[in-house]
Structure formats: C-alpha cells, structure tokens
C-alpha cells in the first residue's frame, strides 16, 4: 500500500458524501492482490502514529488489486471510516503505519507552499501510481497536471500492448521472427545443457568395455551377420534376452502362431443372467 | 378449457422447438459429425465425444431466462465453464499430460528438442496471416495458437487474448488434431524422397533416472526464467513429469494421469462443446478461424519437416534423423507421433518411429507452451 496523492486546500474540488470540500488524502494497492487496511494508522504527528486507527470489518477497506481509496483530512472521525480526525492545513507529513502502530508503510512531507491559497484545489502526488520513495523525501513525487481521486495518476491506456503491436509490426514479421528466435534459444539451452548431462550418464568407457565382452559369445556375433552388420548393441541384446527367455519357457517356442485366441468362459453366480434377471412368477397349471 | 390451453401455449413457448432456428440445427448437425467421427471412425473420441455433446448440449435453444444456458452467469453449466474461461483446466489438463509423458527419448536426443522449436512457426505464420486478414494482434495470436496443436493451450490463450473468439478456436483446435492422420501424411510425402523415408535411426539410449528427474526440474526453470507468462502451463507440465519419474510420488502421479485428467477432459470437452452456442459461433469469422487454423497445421507440418531435411544436412552418416518425424513437433500428442510412425512402416515396415517421433513431440509441447507465454507477454 502507498500513500499516492493528497490536496491541501480544497474549494472547487472533490466533495465528499456530506456535500463538503476538504483536504482529501488517496491510497493506492500496488500489488495484484486484495489488501484489507483496516486496523491501520494514518496519522499527521511522528511523535502519535496511532492518530487515527482504520477501523477494522469494514468490507470497503478491502483494497482490491492496483484500486484506490480516498481519505477525507476534515477531522470529522464520526462522519464515517473514510473521515479521519487532523487536517492537512496544519500538518507537516502525512504518515501510514501498520497496524502494530510501529511499522511505517509509507510516508510523505507536505511542503508549505501547498498550503498556499495559490495551490487551492492543486493536489500533490507520485507521478506513476505507487512509484517512487516511502520515506518522505518526495522522490517520485510532483504536483499533479489533474488531480485525480480514486483513478489513475498518469493515464493509462489498457489497449496499449496489442495497439502498439499493430503499429510496429502491421504485417507480424517482427513478432514471428522474435517469438520464434525465443522458442530456439529456449529449447537450444535445454539440448545443449542435456547433451553435456547426457556425457556424464552414458559412461562411454564402461559401454565400450561391456561391448567387448557381447561380441566375444558366438550367439551375439551371428545376430550381427545376419542382418549384415547393421544391427545396433542393444537390438543384439534384445535378441539375446528374447531367446533366453523363449527358451526357458518352453511353450513359448512356436514357430508360427497361430493368432487364434481362446476364451475359457468361467461360471459365476455374477455373470449368471438367470441369477440377475428377475423371475417371472410361474404359473400353477 | 381456456386455462389448460393457455398453459399449455405457455409451456410451448419455453420449449426448445417454439425457439428453433435453422442456426441451432447447423449447430445440432455439427455436434452429430463430432460425434460420429469420434465413436465411429474413432477419430480422438476422448475429444470428440465430449465436445459433440457439448455442443448438442450448447445448441437447444433457450427461452432467456431460465439461467441454464453456459453464458448465463450463475448457472450450472456456466459454473463449469469457469475453468475455460478462467483458464484453471488447461494446467491442470497439463499436469495430468506431464504425469502420463516419458521424455526419456527426449532426454536420449537432445537434439529433437529444435524439431519441436521449427514447428512452431505453424503459430507465428497464422499469426501473420490473421493480421493479413484484419484480425487484431491479441485475436490473431489467439488465432495463431491454434498451430500448436494443443487444445489446452488454445484454451489457456485465448481466454486471455480473445475471450469471445474461444469457442470457435477451441473447437478449431481439437478438430485439426484428431484431423493430424489426414492432413499430416500427404504433405510429410510431398516433402520427402524414398531414401529419407527409408533413414533408420539409431536406438534410443537408455536414460537414467537421475537425468529423468533432473529434466523437469531444469526443464521448468530454464523455460519460466525465459517466458514466466507460460508458467501456469509449463510450471504444472513439468510438476506432473516431476511426480512420474521421481518415483516415490507414484499415488499423486496416478491420480494426475488418471482420475484428474479424465475429469478435466471430461469438464473441458463439455463445456468448450456447450460454448459454441450458434448465436455465438455462426459468424463469418468463425469460418476464418477454421481455415487459418487449417494453415497453421500446414505450416506447422512443413516446416518440421523441412528443419529436419536442412538439419540432416549438418549431421554425420548414420546420425542423420528421419524426417518422417518432423511431422511430429507440432504435439498433438500422441497421435501425430503414431502418424511418423505409420507413414514410414508404409515404405519400411520394420522401421519403427514411434519412439523417436515422441522426441519432437514432446518438445512440440514445451515449445507451444513458451510460444503461448510469448505471445501473452506481448499481447496480454
């Protein structure tokens, strides 16, 4: 959360729901979540963070995400949670603490020339929403073009992106061309770093020493001749561990198949369609 | 008497026939060849099935105000649809996808990562094209998102860039894939000889299960470092991986490849089906969206045979790949995998591909997730 702009002297300006022009302090959430203030401090007097207590459980001091919320500086506490009780005419720094009424979020000076009649309805505040310094000295801060209670600081334009798009890369030659670079250089990353982690697992010397051994067995020399040499060490392996196995099961061994399956149905009382169907009352003749 | 047939005109006028337009019976004609592909030439029925009765579900028509139909809020269906349109199935259908995949041929050659980079320019090309077509850069990318072959994706992407166009690329999507067997093999022929379909490919090493593991693990923080908008993609892609090969969460993966995954395919296909109402789906646009969603296949099929053709260039004898799988880095998992596989048993049946086409199809994922993250970066 971060005190985001204020106005001293208010004659023309905002009103509140009383019909009543007064100094008006906004809070911003700069986060992209609901922050609830209530059981927070805003105070006027470094010496008294606790000035004016948020009161808690009150659903409109849930701030939703980068939304703002208006304070009125009327010391009129009893108008309401969003009426605090000082006035931004005789303080010299607006001050928000959390709730242990020690911590300070944020803070920010009132320079006296604001409170000049000159400055009537001219608000003070950071020039980007929730941007610049929380320890009051003003960094990121200016005197506003507009002031601007409860919206953005600086205007927004929420079709910037895509419109901007269109503007630099009308026909998406840029954007293919970027995307796609992206799309490479990620997945040329993950192949160069697995074939380095490939170097260590594959052990080239223990394969080679292990290779050695296969080809010396008469059985493991024959499956490569036979198919000219071509056959890879783990295809002559699977051959190997394939015949093993036929042969230590014999019923296994068939020189053709016979591709015909056969079925041996098994009797129970739950595929029986006479124990499931319901009987028909037999008839006495 | 009077009583009786005025309530029983009233209760004609709530039925769906005192509503019936010729749109809805299109509509109704559309979900029945979904359905017939899917239960009779058994074309992705996982997909089909549920989307063609969603869409016999989206297509009754409605009298306004009996808060049943999926855009009407707070009704059942539009509860279930909140997870398209929020975006919450696609991860999780990622999760279940990173649960069921072995990237082990993957991990064995690296190098098919780069077919499953050159396929995306199947999403960037249609991306051009959209534009060309005068879609907006967010539509078009949304529209784009359809050559990666990925219906979680689509979904997860244009949620965010095109929500009113979601439907019409949802259906776009899963159509193309469970079209991959038809539209795949006559351009992976155009584009390659006899010899390169006869290039056998070196057996796949076996792979460890401490790189297994470490795959995910890298895998996920290389590529959210990259594009972090892909994270709820990539993040649950790689989580799910996680749980499958690190070997003592095999409950969770089970649970993450079976009983999740089929509810969400259950929950996604419905109500994707159901959100092509016809007033919302019979548009001009729609039409535009099928047919460059067609190109982006196209494209997509091209170029990852084409990268392996030019790749294959630079590669020793005997190291050279196939270009039969270049097909298969547009995901569209498994089947455009099976489609490498098949169309090089037609001209070698002992030559087996699968394995090796699973490489560029996995990476296809990977890829098509940080090309979704990209494309919301710089549109979202």
């Given at each position: 959360m971060r005190l985001n702009e204020f106005l001293v002297?208010?004659?023309?300006?905002f009103q509140d729901d009383y019909g009543q022009q007064s100094s008006w302090i906004e809070i911003f959430n700069a986060s992209y979540g609901t922050v609830d203030i209530g059981g927070c401090y805003l105070s006027d007097d470094p010496a008294n963070l606790k000035k004016y207590q948020i009161p808690?459980?009150?659903?409109?001091?849930?701030i939703k995400p980068r939304q703002h919320v208006i304070f009125w500086?009327?010391?009129?506490?009893?108008?309401?949670?969003?009426?605090?009780?000082?006035?931004?005419?005789?303080?010299k720094e607006i001050i928000f603490t959390k709730g242990d009424g020690k911590s300070i979020i944020d803070r920010i000076k009132i320079d006296?020339?604001?409170?000049?009649?000159?400055?009537?309805?001219i608000s003070y505040g950071r020039v980007e929403d929730g941007?610049?310094?929380?320890?009051?000295?003003?960094?990121?801060w200016a005197v506003l073009d507009r002031t601007s209670a409860s919206t953005n600081n600086s205007m927004i334009d929420k079709t910037a992106k895509p419109q901007r798009m269109k503007e630099m890369d009308p026909y998406g030659w840029m954007m293919a061309a970027l995307a796609m670079s992206v799309v490479f250089i990620a997945l040329i990353i993950l192949y160069f770093l697995f074939k380095q982690i490939s170097k260590i697992y594959t052990r080239p010397d223990k394969e080679k020493g292990d290779s050695k051994e296969v080809v010396a067995t008469p059985s493991a020399k024959a499956v490569p001749a036979a198919k000219g040499g071509k056959a890879s060490e783990d295809e002559v392996y699977a051959a190997i561990v394939a015949a093993l196995e036929m042969w230590k099961e014999?019923?296994?061994?068939?020189?053709?198949?016979?591709f015909v399956l056969t079925i041996v149905p098994t009797h129970s009382a739950w595929n029986d369609k006479h124990e499931l169907l319901t009987k028909l009352p037999l008839m006495k003749k | 008497m009077d009583k009786i047939l005025e309530n029983l005109q009233t209760f004609w006028s709530f039925t769906g026939f005192a509503n019936f337009t010729t749109d809805y019976l299109i509509m109704i004609c559309f979900g029945l060849i979904f359905l017939y592909l899917g239960?009779?030439?058994?074309?992705?029925p996982m997909l089909l099935v549920p989307i063609g009765f969603g869409i016999l579900i989206g297509n009754i028509p409605l009298f306004q105000?009996?808060?049943?139909?999926?855009?009407?809020?707070?009704?059942v269906l539009n509860i279930l649809y909140q997870g398209v349109q929020r975006g919450f199935y696609p991860p999780l259908i990622f999760l279940g996808i990173g649960a069921m995949t072995d990237f082990s041929a993957l991990i064995s050659n690296p190098k098919l990562f780069l077919i499953g980079a050159a396929a995306q320019f199947g999403i960037f090309g249609a991306y051009a094209i959209s534009l060309a077509f005068g879609f907006d850069p967010a539509q078009a990318g949304a529209i784009g998102?359809?050559?990666?072959?990925?219906g979680p994706t689509a979904i997860f992407l244009s949620s965010r860039l095109a929500p009113d166009m979601m439907g019409a690329i949802a259906v776009s999507a899963y159509s193309y894939m469970a079209l991959v067997p038809v539209i795949q093999p006559p351009i992976m022929r155009l584009l390659t000889t006899k010899k390169e379909r006869l290039i056998r490919m070196k057996t796949p090493r076996q792979v460890s299960h401490t790189e297994k593991v470490l795959f995910p693990i890298i895998g996920f923080l290389l590529t959210a470092f990259i594009v972090p908008s892909g994270i709820p993609l990539l993040g649950m892609l790689f989580f799910g991986n996680l749980l499958k090969e690190s070997g003592v969460t095999k409950r969770l993966a089970n649970t993450a490849s079976g009983p999740l995954i089929d509810i969400v395919t259950i929950l996604i296909g419905v109500t994707v089906g159901a959100s092509t109402q016809a007033d919302q789906f019979l548009q001009t646009r729609s039409i535009w969206i099928f047919v460059i969603g067609a190109c982006s296949f196209l494209i997509a099929t091209f170029a990852g045979v084409l990268f392996v053709k030019i790749f294959n260039l630079f590669l020793k004898e005997g190291n050279?790949?196939?270009?039969?799988?270049?097909?298969?880095?547009?995901?569209a998992v498994p089947d455009a995998a099976r489609v490498s596989n098949n169309v090089g048993r037609e001209y070698?049946?002992?030559?087996?591909l699968m394995m090796h086409a699973m490489g560029p199809n996995v990476a296809g994922v990977i890829g098509s997730a940080v090309a979704a993250g990209i494309l919301l970066g710089f549109l979202g």
């Open positions: 002297i208010n004659t023309n300006d808690g459980g009150d659903i409109l001091t849930k500086a009327d010391n009129q506490p009893f108008r309401g949670t969003f009426h605090v009780n000082f006035d931004l005419l005789g303080a006296p020339a604001l409170k000049d009649s000159t400055m009537a309805n941007i610049g310094s929380i320890t009051g000295d003003g960094e990121g014999s019923n296994q061994l068939h020189d053709e198949e016979s | 239960i009779k030439k058994d074309w992705e105000g009996l808060n049943v139909g999926v855009y009407e809020e707070g009704s998102i359809i050559g990666g072959a990925d050279k790949i196939n270009p039969l799988i270049g097909n298969a880095g547009v995901s070698d049946p002992t030559n087996y």
